[in-house]
């Protein structure tokens, strides 16, 4: 097991395989009943870098690769095109979905 705090999570950009800016994880979000993630909430969108009209996605964590650069740092990615997410309903940070 490869276990990492969600602060360290949280915050990290995410790009797809074409090098695409995708946003970044706005929160790790725990199912306490399961005592596992149940989803990582992705930022896609905002005004100029900013959270303000941005689209959420509850994206599993399954979904996310976690792949080391030609530099040895940790990159996250998903593999959906940056147009995919333009035409894809998501959510507002003050409507998050209960997966429950």
Do not use: C, W
């Not at 360290?8 to 009943?33: A, C, H, P, R, S």
């Not at 650069?69 to 003050?94: C, H, M, T």
């Amino acid at each position: 097991m490869h276990a990492v705090s969600a602060s360290t999570v949280t915050g990290t950009k995410v790009t797809n395989y074409q090098d695409e800016d995708l946003g970044k994880i706005e929160e790790v979000m725990l199912d306490f009943t399961s005592g596992e993630v149940a989803y990582l909430v992705l930022s896609f969108g905002g005004i100029f870098g900013t959270t303000v009209a941005d689209k959420r996605f509850a994206v599993p964590m399954n979904a996310i690769a976690i792949v080391k650069d030609s530099d040895g740092d940790i990159e996250y990615k998903l593999d959906v095109s940056k147009d995919f997410l333009k035409n894809a309903p998501g959510f507002d940070k003050d409507h998050y979905p209960d997966y429950a």
